[in-house]
């Protein structure tokens, strides 16, 4: 069964680095999404990916965000400096059918 | 006022038991309802989803949207152990271009042996 993939599962970087991390969106899937989910607390919507381009982002999603497709199979989040607050654990999603959002097992970030 | 609603639990029942999981929201605008499962330090796992009110069943598992007063419900039949996880509800707008999830907290679900 098609899955989402994401890595790496665990990554721990120092405040003010810059971090990737990658998914890998089921293969013909077509809308792409970033999640996070900080420790307690709910899952929250960071941004939306459709058609080569961010089609939503969130308040959360800042300057400090991007996006990419480079290669028609990965989508990656960008983090160019990292704040002790943006520990926590990213989920990307994809969907064919907007009311099937799957979702990878994460990646958890830890900023210190 | 928050969006979506959801008691956080945690809920205990013993293996057997009827569950029932619910939540509110605040926009009606939301047309699509989902319900999935989270089992720790993993990433959420699509159980159903129904659109606009009614019900909706998938074996143990029965979801019901009532939009008159903005309430979804989850209903697990015959609960397991294998049931114990935190259950999120989600909710699609309708009209936009992009399908976000917006979630509600979750709830903890343990079913005792």
């Known amino acids: 069964e098609p899955e989402v993939t994401q890595t790496p599962s665990h990554q721990v970087t120092q405040m003010g680095q810059e971090v990737i991390l990658r998914c890998v969106p089921i293969?013909?899937?077509?809308?792409f999404y970033w999640y996070r989910q900080i420790l307690g607390q709910k899952v929250e919507f960071l941004v939306s990916?459709?058609?080569?381009?961010?089609?939503?982002k969130s308040e959360i999603f800042d300057d400090q965000f991007s996006v990419e497709r480079p290669d028609g199979s990965n989508f990656t989040l960008k983090i160019r400096s990292t704040k002790l607050e943006d520990s926590a654990m990213y989920f990307c999603?994809?969907?064919?059918?907007?009311?099937?959002?799957?979702f990878g097992p994460g990646t958890r970030l830890t900023v210190t | 006022q928050k969006e979506v609603e959801q008691d956080p639990g945690p809920l205990s029942v013993p293996e057997g038991a009827i569950v029932s999981l619910n939540c509110t929201y605040s926009n009606s605008a939301f047309q699509y309802f989902m319900w999935y499962r989270q089992y720790s330090r993993k990433g959420p796992e699509l159980l159903m989803y129904?659109?606009?009110?009614g019900n909706k069943e998938d074996g143990r598992f029965t979801a019901q949207v009532d939009k008159s007063s903005k309430y979804i419900s989850l209903f697990i039949r015959d609960s397991q152990p294998s049931d114990s996880a935190t259950y999120l509800c989600?909710?699609?707008?309708?009209?936009?271009?992009?399908?976000?999830?917006?979630f509600g907290k979750g709830t903890l679900l343990t079913v005792n042996p």
């Open positions: 990916f459709y058609n080569n381009e961010i089609s939503e």
């Open positions: 989600a909710m699609i707008m309708s009209g936009g271009s992009n399908y976000k999830l917006t």
């Open positions: 999603a994809s969907t064919g059918d907007i009311r099937e959002q799957y």
């Open positions: 293969s013909n899937h077509l809308y």
């Open positions: 129904t659109y606009s009110s």
